[in-house]
Structures are given as structure tokens and as C-alpha cells.
């Protein structure tokens, strides 16, 4: 079958999380510059989800480049990260709420986390379908990328207990890392 059908929902999924996170953040109720103030850790939160799933979008746009077709099991991990991504508003809202306490960055942390492990699994599944030679194969390589995102992951979950704020800055890390698309992918694609 052909990735199509993948690409629309999956745009969809994300565009509907983002649209979920912003509604999330709550309008106050009086007109002067000192009611945001207490909004200010809900939109620095939401600043990082939304940015994280600009990552995401990208650098699934990317991956689906590389491929031609998909196949059940492609379906079923693309959804396996859609689920994890779908948390993102849920964890980001704590977090903001609750100006950056150790739970909800730690909660914040395992999605994260297991986001990542699922894109993770996804390019496993996809090269495993398109072959150890494939251009997705080629592009994504050893992805030291993604290995590192993930130990960073471990880390800041562990980190958020003692120091949340330093936490959420390893979060950042990760993010700025991943900012720049997957220029693997692109390379590979047009050689």
C-alpha cells in the first residue's frame, strides 16, 4: 500500500495535539500585563510541546520521504507514536500548572522518552520492510542521533527528582538537537 493515507492522518493526528495543547492554555480574566504573569511557566511549556512536535512533523515528513510504500506492521508502529505524541498535551498542561515540579517533569520526561523510543521502533519497522540497503537504511545509519536522545531522556527523568529545572533544560538539549531536520534522510535523496 502506499504511504499516502499515513502521511494525511498522521499531519492530522499532530495538527489536532497541537490544537489541543493550545486550547489548554487558559485566557485570564482581567486585561492588565500582571494577570499573565502566572501563565508564564503554561506557555513555556507549551512553547517546548509545540516545538517538539514541530520535530516530530518534520522529521516524520522526512522519514516517509524515503520510503515508497508501507505495510500493517508500518501502520501499527506509526500509530504506536501517534499514542505516545497524543500524551504530549496532557504532560505539558502539568507541567505548566504546576511550575515545573519534579513529577510533572518527570511525567513530561517519560513521554518524551517513550515518543522517541516509538520513532525509534518506526524506523526500525520501515527499514526492516524496505531492506538493510534501502535509502532510509543508509540515511538513518547507526542513529547515534536517536541513541543519544534517548540516554538524554534517562537522564533528565532521573534528574527531574532533584533538579527539574535542569531537567527541563536537558528537554531543551534534546529539542535544539533535533531542530534541524534529518538531513541524513534529505542527502540521501537527492543523490
Request: glycine residues 6%.
Amino acid at each position: 500500500m502506499t504511504k499516502g493515507r499515513l502521511e494525511a492522518f498522521s499531519d492530522g493526528v499532530i495538527a489536532i495535539i497541537i490544537t489541543i495543547m493550545v486550547l489548554e492554555l487558559k485566557v485570564p480574566h482581567k486585561e492588565t500585563l500582571e494577570a499573565l504573569i502566572p501563565l508564564v511557566t503554561a506557555f513555556l511549556s507549551y512553547v517546548l510541546s509545540f516545538i517538539y512536535l514541530g520535530i516530530y512533523w518534520n522529521n516524520h515528513h522526512h522519514l516517509l520521504q524515503a520510503v515508497g510504500r508501507v505495510n500493517g506492521y508500518i501502520l501499527w508502529a506509526n500509530l504506536h507514536l501517534l499514542f505516545w505524541l497524543s500524551l504530549v498535551p496532557f504532560a505539558t498542561e502539568w507541567m505548566g500548572e504546576n511550575h515545573f515540579a519534579a513529577l510533572p517533569v518527570a511525567l513530561y520526561g517519560i513521554v518524551l522518552l517513550l515518543s522517541a523510543l516509538a520513532y525509534y521502533i518506526l524506523c526500525r519497522v520501515l527499514i526492516a520492510y524496505h531492506g538493510e540497503d534501502s535509502t532510509l537504511a543508509i540515511a538513518i545509519g547507526n542513529d547515534f542521533k536517536g541513541k543519544v536522545s534517548l540516554g538524554i531522556y534517562a537522564i533528565a527523568i532521573a534528574t527531574s527528582f532533584f533538579v527539574p529545572l535542569l531537567a527541563c533544560a536537558l528537554y531543551i538539549l534534546v529539542a535544539i538537537i533535533w531542530l534541524v531536520p534529518d538531513r541524513r534522510i534529505e542527502k540521501n535523496l537527492t543523490t
